[in-house]
């Protein structure tokens, strides 16, 4: 990547920005290959996700993640380039194609403003594969035209253009000035009016009983040795009688829980992929990497007493500290396959939601040279939390048991960038939504001692959370 490390908002004129595109244009007519010229600018304050839903489309890309406890968010959307991929090289192929690009990219503006330059937002299905009829491939990674960015009360706008040999850069400029000025002085004065909607219906996918059956069936196969634990899910659908509008939900979920990782990745056909997950499966930051183990839950209560009860009963509850301690081993065991050794406290803590508490081991330590964090996501993914101890057999069973494929629920939704840093997360707490219908998720972590009823309970605690969101976004 070629960066020209000019501060714009010292010197923005339309001339230069033709003449930095005709630079772009030019090294593409010698190199013989396209280029990505990103242009970083520093902004007042500006709300990614208002960003986003002034300019909603449901026929393009775009991506948002938010998470107000930690201070930042991003979004991003219009693809400039895309790449998608099926099969156990998903990981390694878009790491080859980020890579490929980055090369080739030519940077203009202060690349010390957090987020500044491209991005390449991102989505990895539960599964290596993906059946050509879904909404997302195993595997897809794309640069937006356009991205907005908020961290620790600093703010930036990017734009990225797709410069190919030969091409006539005035429109590009022009579509960029455009941007810049608005994104200077963005309005909040006429938010987008969202289509009212109802639900009309509520369907279990699989019919009644079907997932207390499967809990049932996995606890035989835990007795008969095949694994220790596995994660079982379920999904409702719903049909609406309008155009399910996913932003505004979006904007109840961030309000709701905004220590979860609040997010939207949505395809070129309207399909999008929401949710508010409080499991980030990877962070990298100037060289260090985070990452923490999130298993055994147990759900709220409003008066503090029998709050308190029920966090001391889960830090007690033997069957959920087996259940995490699978989870951290995992964890620790994948990491060391990549170069990393870390020691964690021995006892979990709490990680506290509105409507459930968990128990929490955070893990972290220094990046070693060389990896890059798709390495890592690819190692870690799926965690015990969301397939099972041993991984393999347990998978085999979660795809002969669930009646419906997961997708992009319990996958990888998340960012990096040229330089190392990014961040995953876990696609739980999820919803896809499209058109009319939506369909919503939950899972349960089974372990010797599960009830398939008190699973049961369980996953409609996770999921009623998201529901009574889209239930209060209808009106």
């Not at 156990?88 to 090369?103: I, N, P, V, Y």
């Not at 794309?142 to 253009?161: L, T």
């Amino acid at each position: 990547m070629e960066i020209i490390d000019i501060p714009l908002e010292q010197r923005a004129d339309p001339d230069d920005l033709r003449k930095f595109l005709a630079a772009c244009r030019d090294a593409a007519d010698t190199d013989e290959c396209d280029k990505i010229a990103s242009i970083s600018l520093a902004v007042k304050h500006i709300d990614p996700l208002a960003v986003l839903d002034s300019i909603y489309e449901g026929t393009a890309h775009h991506f948002y993640m938010e998470n107000r406890h930690r201070d930042w968010a991003v979004a991003g959307a219009e693809a400039v380039v895309a790449g998608s991929w099926n099969g156990d090289g998903r990981f390694r192929s878009a790491r080859q194609f980020a890579g490929e690009l980055t090369e080739n990219v030519i940077a203009i503006g202060d690349m010390n403003l957090p987020l500044s330059g491209p991005l390449f937002f991102a989505g990895f299905s539960f599964t290596d594969s993906a059946a050509a009829d879904e909404p997302f491939p195993a595997g897809l990674v794309f640069v937006p035209q356009w991205q907005v960015a908020r961290v620790e009360g600093r703010y930036v706008a990017v734009a990225n253009a797709l410069i190919r040999p030969g091409m006539d850069v005035d429109p590009v400029a022009a579509r960029i000035w455009s941007a810049h000025e608005k994104f200077l002085s963005f309005s909040y004065d006429t938010p987008p009016k969202a289509p009212v909607y109802h639900i009309l219906g509520e369907q279990e996918v699989g019919g009644e009983g079907a997932f207390a059956a499967n809990v049932q069936a996995g606890l035989e196969r835990i007795r008969s040795g095949a694994y220790q634990k596995i994660v079982l899910s379920r999904a409702v659908d719903l049909v609406f009688d309008n155009s399910c509008q996913p932003l505004k939900i979006l904007n109840r979920l961030r309000q709701d829980y905004n220590r979860c990782n609040c997010f939207s990745l949505q395809n070129e056909h309207g399909a999008s992929f929401i949710g508010a997950t409080p499991e980030r499966l990877i962070a990298v930051r100037d060289g260090r990497f985070a990452t923490e183990a999130i298993a055994g839950s147990v759900g709220r209560d409003p008066d503090a007493g029998l709050d308190a009860r029920l966090a001391r009963e889960l830090l007690s509850s033997e069957k959920d500290l087996r259940e995490h301690r699978h989870v951290v081993e995992s964890i620790l065991r994948r990491l060391a396959e990549v170069g990393i050794e870390v020691t964690v406290d021995q006892s979990p803590d709490l990680l506290v939601l509105p409507n459930v508490q968990h128990l929490r081991t955070p893990i972290g330590g220094l990046m070693p040279e060389g990896v890059h964090i798709l390495d890592l996501a690819e190692s870690l993914h799926p965690t015990p939390a969301v397939g099972g101890t041993p991984r393999e057999p347990a998978l085999e069973d979660i795809q002969r048991m669930e009646p419906f494929r997961r997708g992009l629920f319990a996958g990888l939704t998340g960012w990096f960038d040229t330089r190392g840093n990014g961040e995953f997360a876990v696609g739980i707490r999820s919803a896809l939504t499209q058109g009319h219908q939506a369909r919503l998720y939950a899972g349960a972590g089974i372990v010797e001692g599960s009830v398939p009823e008190l699973e049961l309970r369980e996953t409609s605690i996770k999921m009623e959370a998201l529901l009574r969101t889209i239930r209060g976004a209808a009106g």
